[in-house]
């Protein structure tokens, strides 16, 4: 299988001047977007660095984040994207957790990091603007003479996308040349995309759905890719016009606040190109999807991904049936079953966890040999997503049975944020849960035991948690309880969390972050 950057490099040749991605008002060429890749790594080789060695990016939307990301790869070294949201205990994790190289960010966020970055041990870092004087220019490192190393080997690590687990603690997911493009191959094919597709999007392209299920679609399909930096839904409709998208992709969320928009404003813009819209990170409600059709006169295609697949196992096709709350039919070449508690498949119509096989799945998890073993036990890739399948093979997710929150189309691990709320000397016990929310779908709230009720103070207590967490992540509010409902085993129950406060999350409206 050809490696991404390898396909970009051929798109360099053969489609020079097709424009390949605008980020705000930067755009670059497959020609300009091979070059550059080229040039970094180039620019990487010469630092000292070596195949295989990890390099952070710690960057906003941008062509340098696409730059670097495929740059980094070209070399054979490791894309390690790093969320711009996260704390400097967040980052200062996964830079240790990976032994990462180097670090790309911004004079701001590096600004930030000071504290940190000397246990990380970087041997190098670079910012896209002026920084310290042992901080290297993104901008010098692009004028590196075009040299292109030799292709990586396929079955070489390529990215290392960290998700958060039951644990707590967030594990690195190995992808390989070969998975990734993989991935992206599949989705070019079973979403349909074609050199002519213009797609608009907002999402973080250090995220998966967006950055390789939506990107390496489109780099692959030699399309466009048009992002707006931060999400403005007047300005995302411009967008669409402005471009004559025929796609966009996001989150419920995304679709959420575009049909807020007044039916006169979205009226006087012509979307008559627009054919698709496509959907991931959390299941689509049919109301939602109706009232976007009724708008913007084009279809949500739902989809089902995991980054442990580097994107996507099931989507709705773009010239097919999209039955009500399906995220679709398993891509081809993958293989997906629902399963019992003894990986025993159940009949349609029944409820267990999906469970897949195919080429985009990742190699392991960095460094957790046990973790692997158990996720990937028998050859299979186990999701820990509860869903059924409909007797045309159609699949529904009904739950997460790992208690993922989704919010606004990010994942909150309630371990992670208890763990930080345990941290805390005043509080005893607590379990963090998901409540409905009309605008994000989900959102975090806390339960908390306190030490003592007279000296319990909740406004402190959400200022640490701001201290140590990404804002998403952050409780919605925090409730004072006296004890927290448990298993005859003392496992604290969410579920019964859950169905307990829902009632009156739904009486509230979104918090904003």
Known sequence: MASLVRTLDEHGERHPDQLACVVGSDRCTYGELAQRMRRFATALLRLGLKPGDRVSL???????????????MRAGMVANPINCVYTPREVAYMLGDSAAAMLISTPDLLAGL??????????ATATTGVGAPDV?????????????????????????????????????????????????????????????????QALPLVHLYPGNIIMGGLFTAAATMVVQPTFDPPSFV??????????????????????????????????????????????????????FLRKFGVRILDCYGI????????????????????????????????????????????????????????SGYWNRPEDTDSTLRGGWLHTGDLARRDSRGFVYIVDRAKDMILTGGYNV?????????????????????????????????????????????????????????????VPRRFLVVDDLPRSSVGKILRRELREQYAPSAELDSSTPV
């Open 58 to 72: 710690q960057l906003p939307n941008s062509v340098d984040y696409v730059v670097c990301f495929y740059g980094a």
């Open 114 to 123: 000071t504290d940190v970055l000397p246990a990380a041990q970087l041997r």
């Open 136 to 200: 290297l220019s993104l901008a010098e490192l692009l004028d590196a003479p075009d040299e292109p190393p030799d292709y990586p080997d396929e079955n070489a690590p390529a990215c290392l996308p960290y998700s958060s687990g039951t644990t707590g603690r967030s594990k690195g997911i190995v992808h390989s040349h070969d998975s990734l493009s993989m991935q992206a191959t599949l989705s070019a094919n079973h979403l349909q995309l074609r050199p002519s597709d213009v797609l608009v």
């Open 238 to 291: 411009e967008l669409l016009s402005r471009w004559q998208a025929t796609a966009c992709a996001g989150v419920p969320t995304t679709y959420a606040m575009l049909c807020q928009l007044p039916d006169d404003d979205i009226a006087q813009i012509d979307l008559s190109t627009l054919q698709i819209a496509f959907s991931a990170g959390a299941s689509l409600a049919g109301r939602l999807r109706s009232e």
């Open 307 to 362: 980054t442990e697949a580097a994107g996507n196992l099931a989507a709705n096709m773009r010239y097919g049936d999209a039955p009500e709350l399906s995220c679709g039919v398993p891509y081809p070449l993958t293989e997906v079953r629902i399963v019992d508690e003894q990986d025993t498949d159940v009949a349609a119509g029944d409820v267990g966890e999906l469970i897949a096989r195919g080429p985009q799945i990742m």
């Open 413 to 473: 691990y309630p371990a992670e944020v208890e763990e930080v709320l345990q941290s805390h000397p005043d509080v005893a016990m607590c379990a963090v849960f998901a409540v409905p929310d009309a605008i994000k779908g989900e959102k975090p709230w806390a339960a908390i035991v306190p030490r003592s009720v007279d000296e319990f103070d909740v406004a402190a207590i959400e200022s640490h948690c701001r201290t140590a967490l990404a804002p998403y992540k």
